[in-house]
Structures are given as structure tokens and as C-alpha cells.
């Protein structure tokens, strides 16, 4: 079985040879035609994943919490532009709104939202209607301004290029066709990278995550320039090293991430510690990364499930301890410790809140 997509990625292989892993990651999500992200909603039990806002709306509303106090802390800017990258279905920043008109009623924020999904922008427009919130295809078109931007499960979906340490140095991870033409296959350059001097054992692979640094930098200069912040949260790692984290999920399991191009979502772990230094470059200041259970906790996690459970029946409360579990628990039935938080902060600015104990 072939994909309309694999048709396609086939064909630029046999014209051009292989392709690096970020190209084949950017047609496999963001193909105009056939690309993940552009022919379906992935969320969800009919989807291939969920996400934390889709698990509770304490996760939002904490957000929205997060929100108020970092725009208080910035002097309340009436120009703030509040951003989200990959905003889903709109989840997050409904239940963060909602959150931040109770905290911050005189707090009528700009909404800007950066989607490149026809599907998924339908779905935030029917959430957010109310607040007729801008869209954008990337970053570069963000007004100038203070800026709040928040960014769930973003950057793990940005293409990256890998290379393999070889007794010649390091080559070029590739994406290229079996002898017979009928699958895709991994291989490497032939000739090793000469700008690459990290040193590591021959087999290692490295991940180098291009787009996702290039955010983090022109965000953090912003940010620094014209004041605010920025949140985000991701499945990653917070110490640098090498290894494979490439992977595809569809239907709520792991996949084989050449087998069926389109039709899978593609991710690699988040590299915290180059997001941070990439921050640190443009003279930002980086609050954690700290585990998303002790983040949420420190925002007020366990008071708030408290709170919604006054009242409620046995099964609204149990399916408020189920969520908060899954929130904040370790291991991999839990997010607490497989997701990390980052700040991003303009150096004037105190600590953010979620990042030292409340």
C-alpha cells in the first residue's frame, strides 16, 4: 500500500536523490495537498494523539492564570499581542481566556494565532470566534509590540536534520528509496559534514533542530526589545546528547515513520537546552525547564481540581483525579515528567510564574 504523498516523495527522489530528514518531515506535515496537518484533525479519541488542554480544562485555565500575572508583571501593556504557536483546536486559549476574564477583567488582549491548517483553523474559529483572532502562516508576520506567546506541543513537530558520527566525520542523515523503488529507506551522505566538529562515537546520531532554534531566536530577540515572554511546553529532554528520537504516531500508537508518508504525525523530543541558549543568545532569560507536573503544581493545579470537584457527582470527580493524574504523574502513563516547561523572558522581568514554588 502507497500514499498519494509517498507518489510524490518518490518522484523528487529519483530526479534529485535523497532528501534530507527535515524536507521529507516538511512534506509528511505540511505538504499543501496531501501533507498531515493540512487533511485532518489529529487530536483527539479519533484522532492519532491528545494533547493536555484536550485532557482537562484546568490545564487551559491554569495557562490563562500564567497569563494575567506575566502581563501584570510586564507594567499590563494595553498593546500586548497574545500569541499562540500551534493552537490545536482552539482549547487552550478558549479555557485561557475564560481564566484570564475572571483574573484580569479589564485585560481585552489582541489574539494571534499561528496555524498553517485549514481544518484546524476552522476548529479555532468556531472556539474563538468571540475574540476575532488573527491568523498567521509563521512568525514573521506578528505585529510589533509586547508579546505573550505560548506554544504547547509546538516545537516537537518542526522538521530537523539528523547526522550520523562515521569514521569520516559526521554525514547527512537521508531519506531515500530500496533497491526496488517501492519503500523508503534511510541512508547517509557520502561525503561527511566539514562544519560539524562535535566530538562522539562512531554510530551516534545528532539532531539538529534548525527551525525550532531560528523560533526561539527571533521570539527572543523580540522579546527582549520590546518586552514579554514566552511559555512552552513539549515532549523532550533538558540535558544535550546524542541519540534517535524521530518518531510517528497515528492512532494513538507508535509507527513506522517511512511507512505510510501523510498519514502519520511526525515528531523528534524537544532539545530544551538548545532552545535555552539559542534564548540566552539574544540576551533573554530562561526560566527552567521544569517538569510539567511541578510547573502545574506551582500554577495551582491541585487547588483548582479541588475546587471543581465541590459539588460535583462521583464520576465528575473521578474524571477530575483521572485528569489530574495523567497532568502530573511519571512514567509513561503520565505527562508530568515526559513534558518539560520552558520561560523565555525579557531580562527585566522577575521570575515567571510556575518556575520557583508557589
Known sequence: MTTPLFVEIRDEIVEAGPMSLARYMALCLGHPIHGYYRTRDPLGARGDFVTAPEISQMFGELIGIWIAVTWASMGGPSDLVLTELGPGRGTLMADALRALGRAAPDFQPAVHLVE???????????RLGAVSPTWH???????????????NEFFDALPVR????????????LVGLSPDGGRLTFGLAAEPDREISAQAPVGVLMTVPAPALGISRNLSRRIV???GALLAIDYGHVRPGFGDTFQAVSAHRFADPLLFPGEADLTTHVDFAALGRAARGEGARIDGPLDQGAFLLNLGLRQRADRLKVGASRAQADAVDTAFHRLTASGKRGMGSLFQAIGIAGPRLPV????TPS
Open 225 to 227: 526589545a520590546q518586552g
Open 137 to 151: 502562516d509563521g512568525i514573521e508576520t506578528l505585529p510589533e509590540g509586547p508579546m505573550i506567546v505560548v506554544a
Open 116 to 126: 498553517t491548517s485549514p481544518l484546524l483553523r476552522a476548529a479555532q474559529a468556531s
Open 352 to 355: 515567571l510564574s510556575g518556575f
Open 162 to 173: 539528523q547526522f550520523q558520527r562515521t569514521e569520516r566525520g559526521w554525514c547527512e542523515r
